[in-house]
């Protein structure tokens, strides 16, 4: 299975829009196409609640407007639920299927997905995943920078550092 996000300027100050649209599609969704809430609630729920818990679904499902209502949490509990089903549903996964996650323009990602990226790279050590990245020279991701080119298990993360002109992945 191969997942690609994809950052763009144009979509650097939206949280988690390249993230709506990739676990939209996973879903059976078409991106980007409204539908009605209802119809979005009876299309996904089950896929969704197989993929992770019922908090972490219920926060999905908002961020994809299935659900009118934010869910009655704190926010930094609902961001963080969020996050973790988000990560659930994009590399949860991959314990059936082996998973290719491909980020690109790490530059251009707004601060929660860079937060999503970060929270993957700590979980992924036990998943048959394999994350590549690309950037421009300077970025500063938010994660320690031990984390890239991590092996540990069947997890291979690979960092694509844009630093060094003509870098090649071995």
Do not use: Y
Request: aromatic fraction near 2%; charged fraction near 15%.
């Amino acid at each position: 299975r191969q997942i690609v996000l994809r950052g763009s300027s144009h979509r650097q100050h939206s949280a988690l829009d390249p993230v709506a649209d990739v676990v939209a599609a996973l879903l059976g969704l078409d991106p980007g196409v409204q539908l009605d809430p209802a119809v979005c609630l009876v299309a996904v729920t089950d896929r969704l609640l197989a993929m992770t818990g019922a908090d972490e679904a219920e926060q999905i499902l908002h961020m994809l407007a299935c659900l009118a209502n934010p869910p009655a949490v704190p926010p930094e509990r609902a961001r963080h639920r969020l996050l973790d089903g988000l990560r659930d549903v994009l590399v949860g996964s991959s314990h059936q299927v082996p998973t290719l996650l491909i980020v690109e323009d790490l530059h251009w990602l707004d601060p929660s997905t860079l937060d999503l990226i970060g929270l993957i790279i700590q979980d992924v050590s036990w998943l048959p995943v394999f994350l590549l990245m690309t950037a421009r020279p300077g970025l500063q991701p938010p994660w320690p920078a031990s984390a890239a080119g991590a092996v540990e298990g069947d997890a291979r993360i690979v960092a694509v550092l844009a630093d060094q002109p003509g870098a090649q992945v071995a």
